[in-house]
């Protein structure tokens, strides 16, 4: 079983930027695809971005291609998310998660993730 833990979230300005990381305790971290996920008040959770396991490969949703990058550390377990251009729209609970892929080549899902994380808030004010 993976542990996963989110940081750096906060509270930021219009236009601001923020980078969020995510710590996995699975020393087998490269056998992994990882994805962000966020989830506002009063909303469905949604697929942010996600990244395959050699960090090549990656899958962004259309509210955040061109803000938002993702991208992984293998030798230190830890994904990242930096995301820049912030909206007030952005602000929601930021969820890290992953699942176990056969593949080093293949591109990352947008669901069936088994593991996560228990999220961090991030805050956008206009």
């Known amino acids: 079983q993976v542990q996963l833990v989110e940081s750096g979230g906060g509270l930021v300005q219009a236009g601001g930027s923020l980078r969020l990381s995510c710590a996995a305790s699975?020393?087998?971290?490269?056998?992994?695809?990882m994805g962000w996920f966020r989830q506002a008040p009063g909303k469905e959770r949604e697929f942010v971005v996600a990244v395959g396991r050699s960090g090549r490969s990656t899958d962004y949703a259309d509210s955040v291609k061109g803000r938002f990058t993702i991208s992984r550390d293998n030798a230190k377990n830890t994904v990242y998310l930096q995301m820049n251009s912030l909206k007030p729209e952005d602000t929601a609970v930021y969820y890290c998660?992953?699942?176990?892929?056969?593949?080093?080549?293949?591109?990352?899902?947008?669901?069936?993730?088994?593991?996560w994380g228990r999220g961090t808030q991030v805050t956008v004010s206009s």
């Open positions: 699975e020393r087998t971290f490269s056998d992994y695809c």
């Open positions: 998660a992953a699942y176990r892929d056969m593949g080093w080549y293949t591109a990352p899902k947008r669901s069936g993730y088994d593991y």
